[in-house]
């Protein structure tokens, strides 16, 4: 079983920045894919950004691309969401997900893909 906690959500103005966090317990952290995804009120859940298992690859959605960067520190378990320019079209319930013994060659941008997924984070942006 993997457990993620996510922290680092909030009330921000538009144009600031956040660092969203989710650490992980177990030992599969390092053979598994991460990825952040977040759900609006009235909206479906929708893919943020995802990081192999190694961190050496990365992708995100268009709509983050260039604001927003995942990273990951597999020594800490840990995988990281840092926001930069946000927008009032962020706000969101922010969800960390794991695939479990991930596909090194495969992206994972489908919700339905991931194993396991956190609690949420509420990051709200104001205008």
């Known amino acids: 079983q993997v457990q993620l906690v996510e922290s680092g959500g909030g009330l921000v103005q538009a144009g600031g920045s956040l660092r969203l966090s989710c650490a992980a317990s177990?030992?599969?952290?390092?053979?598994?894919?991460m990825g952040w995804f977040r759900q609006a009120p009235g909206k479906e859940r929708e893919f943020v950004a995802t990081i192999d298992r190694n961190g050496r690859r990365t992708y995100c959605a268009d709509s983050v691309k260039g604001r927003f960067t995942i990273s990951r520190d597999n020594a800490k378990n840990t995988v990281y969401l840092q926001m930069n320019v946000l927008k009032p079209e962020d706000t969101a319930v922010y969800y960390c997900a794991a695939v479990y013994n991930s596909n090194y060659y495969h992206t994972y941008s489908l919700a339905n893909e991931y194993d396991y997924w956190g609690q949420g984070t509420q990051v709200t942006v104001s205008s």
């Open positions: 177990g030992r599969t952290f390092s053979t598994s894919a």
